[in-house]
T-cell receptor
Framework: QKEVEQNSGPLSVPEGAIASLNCTYS??????FFWYRQYSGKSPELIMF????GDKEDGRFTAQLNKASQYVSLLIRDSQPSDSATYLC??????????FGSGTRLQVQP | NAGVMQNPRHLVRRRGQEARLRCSPM?????VYWYRQLPEEGLKFMVY????????ESGMPKERFSAEFPKEGPSILRIQQVVRGDSAAYFC??????????????FGPGTRLTVL
């Protein structure tokens, strides 16, 4: 079992819809969770981080964390074509190095 | 530009040559991380350094790879006797080193290494 799992996609949504990206992790001791966006050929860009169970909202983005289910998700409201990218889930298990999932490719159709 | 800086952005080497990748952390950051992204794969942690210290090198290949973060100057990832399988994007990230799990890493633009 991979330490951090994501559906590779592509996840295709129409412009203006809500995109839901999911991530599961195996280490119950994981402490903090990060979502990065990576455009093709570019470096990862931090979108959000979450440490506590529940929801955290920032503009069009909402991160959700459920430690009991070992599940973290990212919702993107009012999706735009510019949101088309690969979204990387990263987990800090307590030793500072981040463990990344393989990413979910999101396509927003105009 | 106060962001993480990496150079060169692109590096071409022939098999057997050495590759040196440099990373200057974001202003105010003292913790540096190196990650490798092979084509069509996810990011894999390689090494975590603070000034003059390697803190965690559990992701570094045992041979040919080394890293340093001297008291003065950038962090350097060194790959000796490169092979075609070393072709990848190498990303550096930095953080301020807050003492708990809230520490957040910011990535540089990466160095794309191509081994011929």
């Amino acid at each position: 079992q991979k330490e951090v799992e994501q559906n590779s996609g592509p996840l295709s949504v129409p412009e203006g819809a809500i995109a839901s990206l999911n991530c599961t992790y195996s280490d119950r001791g994981s402490q903090s969770f990060f979502w990065y966006r990576q455009y093709s050929g570019k470096s990862p860009e931090l979108i959000m981080f979450i440490y506590s169970n529940g929801d955290k909202e920032d503009g069009r983005f909402t991160a959700q964390l459920n430690k009991a289910s070992q599940y973290v998700s990212l919702l993107i409201r009012d999706s735009q074509p510019s949101d088309s990218a690969t979204y990387l889930c990263a987990v800090n298990t307590g030793r500072r190095a981040l463990t990344f999932g393989s990413g979910t490719r999101l396509q927003v159709q105009p | 530009n106060a962001g993480v800086m990496q150079n060169p952005r692109h590096l071409v080497r022939r098999r057997g040559q050495e590759a040196r990748l440099r990373c200057s952390p974001m202003k105010g950051h003292s913790h540096v991380y190196w990650y490798r992204q092979l084509p069509e794969e996810g990011l894999k942690f390689m090494v975590y350094l603070q000034k003059e210290n390697i803190i965690d090198e559990s992701g570094m290949p045992k041979e040919r790879f080394s890293a340093e973060f001297p008291k003065e100057g950038p962090s350097i990832l060194r790959i000796q006797q490169v092979v075609r399988g070393d072709s990848a994007a190498y990303f550096c990230a930095s953080s301020s080193g807050t003492p708990d799990s809230t520490d957040t890493q910011y990535f540089g633009p990466g160095t794309r290494l191509t081994v011929l």
